[in-house]
């Protein structure tokens, strides 16, 4: 429980309160449309959860003089933002590439020019466990200012034992300190780092043999990672490579995580179905057949728009085709130094909306009951049901579409965890 959690919190005036009341799964098809929206709305929080939902005049009854009463305006009120795919943790920033990509430099170019990861995998081994962790903080807030209240995390920008367990770390470090509930991924498995270029054998063999056990907890370790991730792509690693790793992660007990199909098709999406991974993400270029197959395997797939426009890339993931296959999407920022430097949900939202033809309701679902889901949070998050969390938003707007409509509005969001409110 947070610091300071009231007993009993009673926020009313609700214009709309959007709880995504519903199955007790992600939300797929039709379902991405349905808000479980109330209208004239209040809800109930004792000790940092929702015990109660529903009209104030039915739930007045329910409270005494020590509870809280809090007044939304008659504005909007959703569940916290749950970002599914960030690079929350790294040294410095890409500035200079992003005037160089402006300038027409690709990704894979800069890539090869020493550029790209490999840049901030140099300033981060640079850093101390203390500046990252201050560099960290700074942008976990502001995520919380935009909304997000839990967030998966990943590393990666280490590439070697010392500072891919420094990174997970500080991402410890900031889940225990809160207010935002953390994931912590293993992303050792980013690229080969410039040292080992011509021993990728034997970089491989040390994340499978030696590194996922450690982070999974093994041996007496403490356990600094939920799930494992690998960059499957042209100049990243191959499908064999990825499977080698991933193998290694199950055995341990780790989730799995994929970014696959950004730049070309065939890399590791239908790996990602065959070994069951939690997500595969990006799936710019992913055909219908390997679609199929995730809907199969019960896969999710995180699309990350923010990333396609910040690249000035035109192929955007194919979401509506998603949505009506089946498949139950999940929106996340991608934010990271190079690709995404992008930490607002709702401008992803909006993203979803604009270029990939998502509906408001759908882009909201991806971005919190659906994202919970696919960290295995889904009964304790992204919605506002009796006994879960009570992370919710008191927006500036009264209407749900306005989350997306409003692109890059300067807005202040309430940002309430746990009944307490954060964002003051």
């Known amino acids: 429980m947070l610091e300071g ?10 214009g709309q309160l959007v ?33 109660a939902v529903g009209a104030y005049a039915e739930l007045r009854s329910l409270t005494d003089s020590q509870t809280a ?11 916290g933002f ?34 790209g990861i490999q840049s901030t995998v140099a300033l981060t081994r640079a850093a101390t466990e203390d500046e990252l962790l201050v560099q960290a903080r700074r ?23 010392e500072t891919e367990l420094r990174m997970l770390r500080v991402i410890a470090q900031l889940a225990a300190e809160g207010p935002v509930r953390m994931v912590p991924t293993l992303l050792a498995a980013h690229t080969v780092p410039r040292e080992m270029a011509d021993r990728r054998g034997e970089y491989l063999a040390w994340i499978a043999d030696e590194l996922i056990p450690e982070v999974a907890g ?11 991730d690998v960059f499957c792509d042209d100049h990243a690693f191959t499908v064999a490579e990825t499977r080698r790793v991933l193998e290694s992660a199950k055995r341990y007990g780790l989730g799995l995580r994929i970014h696959a199909e950004q730049f070309r098709p065939g890399t590791g999406a239908a ?3 065959e070994l069951g991974a939690a997500t595969v993400d990006h799936l710019e270029t992913v055909t219908t057949e390997t679609l199929s197959h995730l809907k199969a395997a019960g896969v999710q797939p995180v699309l990350l728009p923010a990333s396609v426009f910040c690249l000035g890339r035109s192929q955007y993931p194919p979401a509506r085709q998603m ?20 930490p607002s949900m709702l401008f992803s939202m909006a993203l979803s909306c604009i270029a990939m033809r998502m509906l408001p309701s759908e882009a909201l679902v991806a971005a919190t009951v659906n994202a919970a889901y696919s960290l295995g949070l889904g009964d304790e998050v992204g919605s506002l049901e009796v006994g879960k969390a009570a992370d919710f938003l008191v927006h500036e707007c009264k209407d749900y579409r306005e989350l997306a409509y409003n692109v890059a509005a300067p807005v202040r969001i309430r940002v309430f965890i746990a009944g307490v409110e954060v964002s003051q």
């Not at 942008?139 to 034992?161: F, P, Q, V």
């Open 5 to 14: 959690v009231l007993s009993a919190v009673f926020l009313v005036n609700i």
């Open 19 to 51: 709880t995504l009341a519903g199955p007790a799964r992600a939300r797929v098809g039709v379902e991405m449309r349905e808000l479980g929206l109330l209208r004239d709305a209040a809800l109930l929080v004792e000790d940092g959860r929702v015990t």
């Open 69 to 79: 009463v809090i007044d939304a305006g008659g504005h909007l009120v959703t569940p």
């Open 82 to 115: 749950v970002d599914a795919h960030t690079h929350l943790v790294f040294a410095g920033n890409r500035a200079a590439e992003f005037e160089q990509r402006i300038a027409g430099a690709t990704y894979q170019e800069l890539a090869a020019a020493g550029g």
């Open 139 to 161: 942008h976990r807030d502001w995520m919380l200012r935009g909304g997000t209240t839990t967030l998966e995390a990943k590393s990666g920008y280490g590439l070697n034992r």
């Open 218 to 228: 093994h041996n007496g370790n403490p356990r600094l990672a939920r799930y494992c």
């Open 271 to 273: 790996l990602g179905a």
């Open 323 to 342: 949505i009506e296959m089946g498949l139950p999407v999940v929106v996340a920022t991608d934010f990271n130094p190079g690709s995404s430097p992008a």
